[in-house]
């Protein structure tokens, strides 16, 4: 079974003490253990210590408590207190290295590479001069190496985990900007789509309601399709209105589908009447859509008809759909005076057909027919992506 699972909870809950507390208790358990030869036998003679070993001990482990705040200087005073040890009379036969390990491991963690490599050197080559042993100067070379090897290990692994954390939390606000523009997108889309639905639903039943009164006494039967188209617009705007407005709510369960090429039939048919005469055709082989370019093929013709109804005065208005390798071409053209500018600054709805075309890839143009009186709309729309 591993050990590092088991060791997780209690590397928490020392994360929570504060730094000062822990180093203060490092500070005494070196201090405890180095004490501990001195208060627990006496020396050959069977009297006491020097009481400068006491001293030098406690020197030794004091200057832990600062030991992030100043290594360096930790591990000079560290140090210094050491080598007095052997020099002070009689003293307990043990190793008083503990403060000064930790104190190189701090510097490795806290101090530069540079300045710790200096100090490493430092304490080498003092530890070198001061002692007698070669066996006891190769253990205290590689102890001392072995902490500073241990103290950039950890150095480099707490660099590498706040590179990871700012890494994440970069990750997190790109997230986040991400979101905020995509949700920017999609009001934008909703209300261009509720300007094309309302607007095409208007303009219908304003042109029937303006016809229905002309004709309620001599032709009843055309006033009564009247009152009829201007029903069927209502309802049909109500219903593609809940269907935009649904992906607002947090639940919207499951959702009416978007509105399809397929419904170009039902477009047209809409659009007819009041001595309006609106043909739909397609030429080349149709093919499968993404839904976003889809709904832009639809909501672009309602809105070049809604124009056709509203501006034109026209008799008859052409829709037709061209399917090409790359690309859907949608015609709008009518034989009616139109409004004698490409993309009038005033028109909303064309401006929101060259808009939705942009954001798909595509391209839109709109002016008076060469070939002829009326109004042309022409839209490129990409087949290989969406936006």
């Not at 590689?142 to 590498?160: D, N, Q």
């Not at 006033?223 to 593609?240: H, P």
């Amino acid at each position: 079974m591993s050990v590092m699972p088991l060791l997780a909870p209690v590397r928490s809950r020392l994360r929570t003490v504060p730094p000062l507390w822990l180093d203060t208790a490092l500070a005494v358990l070196v201090m405890v253990v180095q004490l501990w030869p001195l208060v627990s036998r006496t020396n050959l003679d069977g009297g006491p210590w020097s009481p400068w070993a006491y001293v030098i001990v406690v020197a030794s482990a004091l200057p832990l408590v600062w030991r992030r705040r100043a290594p360096v200087t930790t591990l000079l005073v560290t140090l210094s207190a050491t080598a007095l040890y052997d020099y002070v009379g009689q003293v307990a036969a043990q190793p008083i290295w503990y403060g000064g390990l930790v104190a190189t491991y701090t510097v490795a963690v806290y101090s530069p590479r540079v300045r710790g490599l200096v100090m490493l050197v430092v304490t080498i080559a003092g530890g070198l001069l001061l002692v007698g042993s070669s066996d006891t100067a190769l253990r205290g070379v590689v102890l001392f190496v072995a902490a500073y090897a241990i103290g950039r290990a950890t150095a480099t692994s707490r660099a590498y985990a706040v590179a990871l954390e700012e890494r994440a939390a970069r990750l997190e606000q790109e997230r986040h900007v991400e979101a905020e523009r995509a949700a920017e997108r999609e009001r934008a889309r909703i209300a261009r789509d509720m300007h094309d639905i309302l607007a095409h639903a208007v303009s219908l039943m304003v042109v029937q309601a303006e016809a229905g009164p002309v004709v309620v006494r001599t032709d009843p039967a055309r006033a009564e399709r009247a009152f009829d188209a201007i029903a069927t617009a209502g309802r049909d705007a109500m219903v593609q209105l809940r269907r935009t407005l649904s992906v607002l709510k947090e639940d919207a369960g499951t959702r009416a589908p978007r509105p399809t090429l397929d419904d170009l039939a039902t477009l047209a048919a809409q659009a007819s009447g009041n001595g309006l005469d609106v043909v739909l055709s397609a030429s080349g082989e149709p093919r499968p859509l993404l839904p976003d370019i889809e709904v832009a093929a639809y909501r672009v013709a309602q809105e070049a008809l809604t124009n056709v109804v509203k501006h034109s005065g026209a008799a008859r208005a052409d829709l037709r759909l061209t399917w090409q390798d790359d690309n859907l071409m949608i015609s709008v053209t009518d034989d009616g005076r139109g409004s004698g500018a490409a993309f009038p600054s005033g028109e909303n709805g064309l401006i929101g057909i060259r808009e939705r075309a942009a954001a798909l890839g595509g391209s839109a143009t709109a002016g008076p027919r060469a070939d002829g009186p009326g109004f042309q709309v022409l839209v490129r729309l990409p087949l290989a992506g969406s936006a």
